[in-house]
């Protein structure tokens, strides 16, 4: 059985996974096999627990052993010997974000990431996010994308990983209810929209040209499967990607607006591409 172990140095090594470890020694690109992420709040954790995650260690707050955390640390003691880490309040809030986590944080093991095929074989809506580079922007599409029925994320191998802390805090823990996967270095954009109209769909890019269509247009709702493709902020798509897409799709404006940003885009046009789906339902 685990037991609670009592941590009073901020320096501890057993603290270096959650207070010191760079995402990209998490990562541990060398072994991915041996990668670690950083799930953070009770809700989160239970995600990530409920996905087939493997727990590393926990790290509560003591005031949460009996409350909030009391289920996690159930779960964890019955997976094994996952040690269970407190501390006081003062030593946690050292930690940069702890404040924002409920009080409990998890390492857990990085699960490895399916094949594309695998998870768009069965899909009809899915996304694809093209070198989005920022955490913030990753979670809070995924979150769209779960709540508002996309069936799977696909990045290319520029974007940021959502397994980010900061991207897992801002999805809510959504990056653990929604099949996604990289594709491989190289393969985008021409093998991989090709290979995703070998899988039968048809692929819409979110851009701002002139000969686009409304996000609202009729032809997207009647696809059968339709990947809608978002870009870089800022910069938006390469011209490449857009070239090679069956639709080129932008969202109405008003106001003399010329933009969203994308993670704000992609609830709009999540919601008008799965109207089919929430209909079905």
């Known amino acids: 059985m685990n037991t609670i172990i009592e941590i009073t140095d901020f320096q501890a090594p057993e603290l270096d996974v959650y207070a010191r470890l760079s995402e990209n020694q998490l990562l541990n690109r060398c072994e991915p096999d041996k990668g670690l992420f950083i799930a953070e709040s009770p809700r989160v954790i239970e995600r990530a627990l409920d996905a087939g995650c493997k727990p590393v260690s926990c790290l509560v707050e003591r005031r949460h052993i009996e409350g909030e955390a009391k289920e996690i640390i159930r779960r964890c003691r019955k997976i094994g010997n996952v040690p269970i880490y407190t501390a006081d309040f003062d030593v946690l809030t050292q930690i940069t974000g702890f404040k924002l986590t409920r009080g409990m944080l998890c390492a857990m093991r990085r699960p490895g990431l399916p094949e594309i095929r695998e998870i768009c074989e069965q899909a009809s809506r899915i996304v694809i996010l093209e070198n989005v580079v920022n955490p913030t922007n990753v979670g809070a599409i995924f979150r769209s994308a779960?709540?508002?029925?996309?069936?799977?994320?696909?990045?290319?191998?520029?974007?940021?990983?959502p397994l980010y802390r900061r991207a897992i805090r801002v999805s809510m823990?959504?990056?653990?209810?929604?099949?996604?996967?990289?594709?491989?270095?190289?393969?985008?954009?021409?093998?991989?929209?090709?290979f995703l109209k070998e899988l039968g769909f048809r692929t819409a890019a979110l851009a701002l040209e002139?000969?686009?269509i409304g996000i609202d247009d009729p032809c997207l709702l009647k696809e059968k499967k339709l990947a809608l493709i978002l870009g870089t902020e800022g910069e938006g798509l390469a011209s490449s990607t857009i070239a090679d897409c069956d639709y080129t799709v932008r969202i109405p404006m008003a106001h003399g607006v010329d933009s969203l940003n994308v993670a704000a885009a992609s609830a709009v046009a999540f919601w008008e591409v799965g109207k089919k789906q929430k209909h079905s339902k």
């Open 210 to 212: 002139e000969d686009s």
């Open 173 to 194: 823990g959504t990056v653990f209810q929604i099949p996604w996967t990289f594709f491989k270095k190289d393969s985008w954009p021409e093998e991989g929209i090709k």
């Open 146 to 161: 779960a709540a508002l029925g996309m069936d799977a994320v696909l990045l290319t191998p520029d974007s940021s990983n």
